[in-house]
């Protein structure tokens, strides 16, 4: 009896996707992407960044920011999605509680950055750190012998003290990266190279000091940038519905678990979940 009633249920519940798919999947949509926490892992946001892009009825991207940096590889990978991206349908980016070195690099290259006046972000700059424990592991008796291939491999090994020949190898390589984010932080937001270079020291600012050196555009929060972004589509932005793009859990169990919700809809590129704003 009760896998009868399962059945029933999740036929049931079927049924309202195929209906929910039918009255939502031709509507035009705009794509919410969170990006929070530390930058390392960038796939899942690259792959949601190009369902939005092959998805004609994604008319906008809002990104909601919550970052205070992370991996300099995975930010530019993230940049350069929103940067190919924003060409084809508007970017907006909402800062939360902080957009911070990283969080602020896959920031930069939207249509148009808010942030609220209280949100933590900046701190234009790159570092690597390393770790000299020689004097400790003298003190100990303790001796690890790196075999390398090259005098420089173990260059940054806790071992290994730097010497000023390497202190520079090290310094070079940061200044180069330093550059690249000045240059893309140039490329899109409205400040010169000369000013930006001024207070791209490492310095983190507040909202309301960002848009005063016009770092981001304008000051406001999530449902300031999602009005935006229906205002940039034009006509169709008053009918325009908010598509979180998030993993999923199985089917089945979104059919059969607790946290189901009505308000789901089937489209080309998967299975999406209104949200209300």
């Known amino acids: ?7 029933g249920l999740a036929i049931f519940i079927v049924l309202l996707l195929v209906i929910n798919s039918i009255t939502y999947s031709n509507k035009p949509k705009i794509a ?3 990006i929070k926490g530390v930058i390392s892992e960038y796939r899942d946001v690259l792959n949601y960044l190009s369902l939005a892009e092959k998805d004609n009825s994604v008319k906008a991207v809002v990104i909601n920011v919550d970052s205070p940096g992370g991996a300099v590889g995975a ?4 940049y350069r999605a929103i940067e190919r991206i924003r060409n ?7 800062m939360g509680n902080v957009a911070a070195s990283g969080g602020y690099y896959i920031s930069v290259p939207a ?10 972000t900046g701190s234009i700059g790159v570092i690597v750190q390393h770790m000299d424990l020689t004097k400790i592991m003298d003190k100990i008796g303790l001796k690890i012998e790196n075999i390398k291939s090259g005098k420089n491999k173990d260059i940054l090994y806790p071992n290994n003290k730097l010497t000023p ?33 001024k207070i791209a020291d490492g310095r983190i600012f507040s909202g309301n000091q960002a848009k005063r050196f016009g770092l981001v555009d304008k000051i406001g929060n999530l449902q300031d940038a999602i009005d935006e972004a ?21 089917l089945i169990e979104r059919l059969l678990g607790s946290e189901i919700r009505l308000n789901t809809f089937l489209t080309p590129s998967g299975i999406y979940y209104l949200m209300k704003l």
């Open 230 to 250: 229906k205002k940039l589509i034009g006509k169709d932005g008053k009918e325009a519905i908010i598509v979180p793009f998030e993993k999923q859990k199985p």
């Open 75 to 78: 930010s530019q990978e993230i």
């Open 111 to 120: 249509n148009v950055v808010f942030a609220n006046p209280g949100t933590i």
């Open 165 to 197: 020949q390497q202190r520079k190898l090290i310094k070079d390589t940061v200044l180069d990266v330093y550059n690249q984010f000045i240059d893309a932080i140039v490329k899109y937001r409205k400040i010169s190279k000369d000013e930006l270079l």
């Open 32 to 34: 919410l992407i969170n």
């Open 1 to 7: 009896m009760k896998k009868k009633i399962l059945i």
């Open 88 to 94: 084809k349908k508007p970017v907006i980016v909402s």
